[in-house]
């Protein structure tokens, strides 16, 4: 019955056939059991929980194992099928309750439960991309996770269409087998290229906005952009009405943030007072909608910072006459602002925190702490460092690495990542690198390209608009990500009342469901769904490990690790790579190569940083570290974003920096040539 219920993780037994009535055992997988039936001599059954001991202990013996598959062989060959077979055992004795056909005898593989949430492709030419999306969402998601954000935003696109006069020229609105955004391929989510960019035509100064807001340069692949040509030949004209919405949303786009965040900050959580698991998944799955106006808020101020920045890129373009490096690296200085953008705001806090804990307390005394001692020290302190700490909590509690998975822990549930930086960061000498703001004037004097007086005069205008743009779009994606903490916490809570009422061995399992699987878990308590869900949290560590290239015809695969061997051109002194520039100035120092927030805990300070790509859960690394450079990334990434904001040196787009580059070496980081260099150990 605890097998049926799914209230516990049966133990496996493989045997493998000698001949044909002989068998012996090959494998015995213990599962996770906490808890057993005993039936009773007076009748009825009794529950009592397992000892630890017990716990690890197979519930069959080998001798009893292998008398069963004899006699399953037996049942085989007089049927002349294979069988499903249901046994009980008692005293020693082994009784035969039912034997049926088994109707799938070919249980899916490995590479099929990979590829179970891949989208069909709309073309064998189709383009898919991890730029931007792959940042935000690094490594894989979890199903669950999946599931929501692909729900999410086909809702909330659909509603945007409507709500922009957009019903008849949308693919959103008609689309049934092909989704749009975001696209799952090996639980890692992507963008399609062309879906993204081309509904307003492929050459549209639009599209060219898109480009540059996604993957920090124009995109010039004729065969790509032959595709979406005639992917996008029949471009219906937007009515009058919806050519003015766009330039009044142009003016206006982040008018609402308040509101909505206002509106978000104070939702109802109605799901976390619901005392059943039924009960609580319903309430959950009435919100469906309820988030849709924190979406609109973060595209609206995305479309409009990325509708600026291509405004302005264009008049440096046209300055200068091309694209060369001097546009890109005037474009990354222009877009610097220290005026509270969310995501700057973090690294900031952080060193405000371990500032004042140097104060508060005898630093060495704090670093000796466990991570636990040190965040309850934080947690009950009436010290300012405490109530900073706190603080911080409040306004950033809901960010993390992965934020878009309702699987992730975020860092006010888990504080304990932040409480060991801030034990790195205290005592350290170390300059807050938060530049000051320069007018606006001194930025556009200090350009490499040559701007006219008519030029610098509409630079200007524009500049106080991409400025603005980037505050509401890390604020806009700050609120949203808020909403999707909220159903973190409705799915935590429901978690833990299913494992608990017996619908699940444990709450974790919960995050490798389906939406629907988790309902007809709750009706039918299917054994299949749970073994299902564990075929999946046992697959999901190898698709974490998968990287991609930044764009993908067809198909996407990931990344062998063998095509990208170091050869030993690569361990010269001399070796240069180039990137795209997207933070000024140049530095020197020791290389940290870190692929994870793991690896990340050992970097010190002034070293630079070199690694995929990074999102908010990076930030608080910030104030230690002297450049940045990343495979992936554009303009407006987190790791060019942040960098900008504290005067590093940022190269994005270094494909490969990762495996031709070691930690310890000695490096050069140009952040207006977009170069890294490797250069000879300096004498000690």
Not at 432 to 439: A, D, Q, V, Y
Request: hydrophobic letters at 35%; one cysteine or more.
């Amino acid at each position: 019955m605890t097998v049926v219920s799914g209230s516990v993780e049966p133990d496996t037994f493989k045997l493998r056939r000698r001949g044909h009535e002989e068998v012996e055992l090959d494998s015995v997988v213990v599962g996770a059991k906490h808890q057993k039936i005993i039936m009773q001599d007076s009748g009825g059954t009794i529950t009592e929980d397992l000892d630890e001991n017990s716990r690890k202990e197979s519930c069959l013996s080998k001798e009893t194992a292998e008398r069963l598959g004899k006699l399953s062989l037996k049942i085989e060959s007089f049927y002349k099928s294979s069988r499903d077979i249901e046994w009980g055992i008692s005293k020693d004795q082994i009784y035969i309750l039912q034997s049926r056909p088994v109707t799938n005898i070919a249980p899916e593989t490995d590479y099929e439960m990979k590829h179970e949430f891949d989208i069909p492709l709309r073309c064998e030419t189709e383009y898919f991309s991890v730029a931007n999306l792959g940042e935000v969402m690094p490594g894989a998601s979890s199903p669950l996770g999946i599931d929501c954000l692909t729900k999410y935003f086909s809702s909330f696109f659909k509603v945007h269409a409507v709500t922009k006069g957009m019903k008849k020229s949308s693919d959103l609105l008609v689309e049934k087998y092909h989704w749009i955004f975001p696209a799952p391929f090996m639980n890692h989510m992507m963008l399609k290229v062309i879906e993204m960019i081309g509904p307003n035509g492929i050459d549209s100064q639009v599209s060219k906005g898109f480009m540059i807001s996604m993957f920090g340069r124009i995109l010039k692949d004729p065969e790509m952009l032959s595709y979406g040509r005639e992917r996008f030949k029949k471009l219906v004209k937007p009515p009058l009405k919806t050519k003015l919405r766009f330039y009044w949303d142009l003016f206006t786009y982040d008018f609402k943030l308040e509101r909505v965040k206002k509106e978000i900050d104070a939702y109802h959580l109605d799901f976390l007072t619901k005392k059943t698991a039924k009960e609580t998944f319903t309430a959950i799955v009435r919100t469906c909608s309820d988030f849709d106006i924190s979406a609109m808020a973060h595209v609206d101020c995305l479309t409009g910072s990325s509708m600026w920045n291509m405004i302005m890129f264009s008049i440096l373009s046209n300055a200068k006459g091309d694209l060369d490096n001097d546009v890109y690296g005037d474009f990354a200085k222009l877009l610097a602002t220290s005026s509270n953008v969310e995501s700057a705001n973090i690294p900031h806090a952080m060193q405000e925190v371990a500032d004042q804990i140097a104060k508060d307390i005898n630093c060495e005394e704090f670093k000796s702490m466990s991570p636990e001692q040190a965040e309850k020290w934080l947690q009950a302190s009436t010290s300012l460092a405490g109530y900073k700490f706190r603080q911080f909590l409040k306004r950033h509690g809901h960010r993390c690495l992965g934020e878009f998975d309702v699987h992730s822990i975020t860092w006010g549930m888990d504080p304990k990542m932040l409480v060991k930086l801030l034990q790195n960061l205290v005592g350290v000498n170390k300059e807050n690198k938060k530049k000051e703001e320069e007018s606006i004037s001194e930025t556009i004097s200090g350009l490499q390209v040559p701007l006219g007086f008519i030029s610098k005069c509409l630079l200007k205008f524009v500049l106080l608009q991409c400025r603005r743009g980037v505050r509401g779009r890390e604020a806009g994606k700050s609120i949203m990500i808020k909403s999707i903490h909220h159903w973190r916490k409705g799915y935590r809570h429901l978690g833990k009342l299913m494992a608990s009422e017996g619908y699940l061995p444990d709450e974790e399992l919960l995050f490798f469901l389906t939406i629907n699987e988790i309902n007809d878990l709750l009706n039918t308590r299917s054994p299949n769904i749970i073994s299902r869900a564990n075929y999946r949290r046992k697959i999901f560590p190898i698709l974490e490990k998968y990287k991609f290239p930044e764009i993908m015809k067809g198909n996407p695969k990931p990344i062998n690790d063998e095509d990208e061997s170091i050869d030993s051109a690569s361990l010269d002194s001399d070796l240069i790579l180039t990137g795209f520039p997207v933070s000024q100035g140049v530095i020197k120092g020791y290389a940290r190569v870190a692929m994870t927030l793991e690896e990340a805990e050992h970097l010190k300070p002034g070293e630079i940083l070199i690694t995929y790509s990074t999102d908010i859960g990076w930030s608080p690394y910030f104030p230690i570290i002297s450049g940045v450079v990343t495979e992936l990334g554009g303009l407006i990434s987190h790791g060019a974003v942040v960098s900008r904001e504290y005067g590093l040196p940022c190269v994005v787009g270094l494909q490969g920096a990762t495996k031709k580059f070691h930690t310890g070496d000695y490096v050069l980081l140009d952040g207006k040539k977009g170069i890294l260099q490797r250069l000879p150990q300096p004498e000690k």
